[in-house]
């Protein structure tokens, strides 16, 4: 297949837009989330719609974006520190896996953490712009941590037709780590997303709630005069 007919099958306008909405959270309607009360133009934000709840449970997306920051946050910082001072490279596996993983610990030294904190923030504030980089350095991650997964089984099936006692041990501990790690941040990157709806929404509302020049503001009964 030439360049040409690759250019012509990929889809870079879907690509363009998936990533826009990665990071911009576009093509979303948050009107959905508000209702106007009887006979009145006082719009009412939904807080406790179900679009707002984890997997039908009464867990909602601001408390799992905390949890996930938190356990992310722990995590990173156990990784740098182990992969910093106590990890030894070149125990005879793929080398090529242990320069990605070198590039993985830099990018997690100088994104990785500060990106928790700015979640944190953005929670806090209500401000979504500051969970872009979160979204950011974990959707990496997670492309990453597949291709170390894939790389981590070939070099299994390399093991097992070269010798029974290699590194088969090893390398197949560390893919089931791979892939329960993926599919951590998988949850996580999920989880992060809802919350933004959920801010960007309430963002909405209250710039409409502004525009609409009401005397008050209600959310959830609770009338703010």
Known sequence: MSIAQWKNKFDFQRLH??????LYAED??????????DGTDIATFRENDKAFRLFGTNVHVKAGAYIACIIGLIVTMVYV?????FHYRGMGRNPFIDHLELVDLIFAILLGIPCHFMLFYGLRAGKSIWFSPFLIFYTTNFVLNIVFTIL?????????????FGNVRFDLGWTLFQILFT???????????????????????????????????????????
């Open 17 to 22: 837009r998936f990533l826009r909405s990665l």
């Open 28 to 37: 979303v309607d948050y009107s959905q989330f508000e209702s106007k009360l």
């Open 81 to 85: 520190v182990v992969y910093s001072f």
């Open 152 to 164: 981590t089984l070939s070099a299994f099936g390399l093991d097992i037709h070269r010798k029974i």
């Open 183 to 225: 599919s951590s941040q998988g949850l996580a990157i999920y989880v992060v997303i809802k919350a933004r709806r959920y801010v960007n929404a309430k963002d909405f509302w209250r710039q409409k709630s502004q525009e609409r020049n009401s005397q008050s503001i209600v959310a959830d009964g609770v009338v703010i005069d």
